[in-house]
């Protein structure tokens, strides 16, 4: 069963700080996704990496870094959180099919 | 750009009842994923079809081979613990981004 754990599962922050979300993955697959999910919107791509240092943009990357700093783990940094980044934000990784994370319900207050 | 139309957006079922969504796409696509979030906001993967059929149990999935414009997912007998939001994804054809396509969810609710 493949496997991609999401830490924290909640975060409360406050706007202008500084948010790490994590994401580790046991499946040995390369690629690498974070999406963000908000009511009416389904989920949008915000970075994906399909190699070890090295990040792409996705459809809505504006307000967020990523990082990935080895095959397993995969970081979304919020340098200045804002109001509008309040969702729940999933990781995923893949061969061909992806499988998702727990999700992490972020608010920014 | 690419675009994933679901339909319906919501739907009512009654305990042992069939019925099916589809997810219609504005342009050819490589693959298609079909997932269901739970009530705890989980998102399960059902089926990964780059062709053809697949079939699980009372659930069963097809990708329009031809055009490759349009995927449909059967529930058969359905019940309670169907319910869910169910969402089709879809990696365009251009590039080997691996990227998906979501679109915006079907809402069913099973009934007793």
């Known amino acids: 069963e493949a496997a991609v754990t999401q830490s924290p599962r909640s975060k409360v922050a406050v706007t202008g700080g500084k948010v790490t979300l994590s994401c580790h993955q046991t499946?040995?697959?390369?690629?690498m996704y974070w999406y963000r999910q908000d009511t009416g919107h389904g989920l949008r791509l915000i970075h994906y990496?399909?190699?070890?240092?090295?990040?792409e943009k996705g459809d809505i990357p504006d307000g967020y870094k990523a990082s990935r700093p080895s095959q397993e783990n995969f970081s979304l940094i919020l340098e200045l959180a804002s109001l509008s980044q309040t969702a729940v934000y999933f990781c995923?990784?893949?061969?061909?099919?992806?499988?998702f994370g727990p999700g992490t319900r972020l608010t920014v207050l | 750009g690419d675009q994933v139309e679901q339909s319906p957006s919501a739907l009512s079922l009654h305990e042992g009842t069939d019925s099916a969504l589809r997810c219609n796409f504005t342009?050819?696509?490589?693959?298609v994923q079909w997932f269901r979030q739970n009530s705890r906001g989980s998102l399960i993967s059902l089926f990964y079809l780059a062709s053809g059929t697949k079939e699980n149990g009372r659930l069963k999935s097809a990708f329009d081979s031809k055009e490759r414009r349009y995927s449909t997912l059967h529930i058969r007998d359905a019940q309670l613990e169907d319910s869910g939001t169910y969402f089709c994804a879809a990696e365009g054809i251009t590039g080997n981004t691996r990227k998906l396509i979501f679109g915006l969810g079907t809402t069913l609710q099973v009934q007793p």
């Open positions: 342009t050819t696509m490589r693959s």
């Open positions: 990496s399909y190699v070890a240092d090295s990040t």
């Open positions: 499946n040995n697959h390369d690629y």
């Open positions: 995923a990784s893949s061969g061909y099919e992806q499988y």
